[in-house]
């Protein structure tokens, strides 16, 4: 029986009958066989094989880190020991511009290449060179 509602036909729903019959469901079990000693034997040694090189590879970045350490702290020593000698170049540098004017402040004269200097011999300083044995 049809019933409208405005514009629209409809029709109505047969009701579907639901029977509940059991389904027979089956499953395969299937047992996977062993696998072969030859076999397994060849696994664990490929496992093995590659533990060992990527132990190898491991190894060698830990060792490559470890030189890449000692450069950096021997460049850092080296640039300490360099800011040193430019630091002790400067005082020698600074010593040698303030030893002239210490030396007449003190009342020494400075030499010329025409004058000769006289140094006076003081009590317990001996006239004569040493002499050295010689017996043949």
């Known amino acids: 029986m049809a019933q409208?509602?405005?514009n629209l036909a409809i029709r109505?729903?047969?009701k579907q009958q639901t029977s509940q019959q059991y389904r027979q469901k089956t499953t395969v079990v299937t047992r996977r066989a062993e696998?072969?000693?030859r076999e397994k034997m060849l696994y664990l040694t490929s496992v093995m094989i590659a533990v060992v090189l990527c132990s190898i590879v491991a190894w060698?970045?830990?060792h490559i880190y470890d030189l890449n350490h000692q450069i950096a702290s021997v460049q850092t020593q080296t640039n300490q020991i360099n800011k040193n000698i430019a630091q002790s170049e400067r005082e020698?540098?600074?010593l040698r511009e303030t030893i002239v004017p210490q030396a007449l402040a003190m009342g020494l004269v400075q030499a010329t290449d025409h004058e000769p200097i006289f140094v006076k011999r003081q009590s317990g300083e001996s006239?004569?060179?040493p002499t050295t044995d010689t017996n043949n």
Do not use: I, N
């Open 4 to 6: 409208t509602r405005g």
């Open 12 to 14: 109505e729903r047969e």
């Open 35 to 37: 696998l072969p000693m």
């Open 60 to 62: 060698r970045y830990v």
């Open 92 to 94: 020698k540098q600074e």
């Open 127 to 129: 006239s004569t060179a």
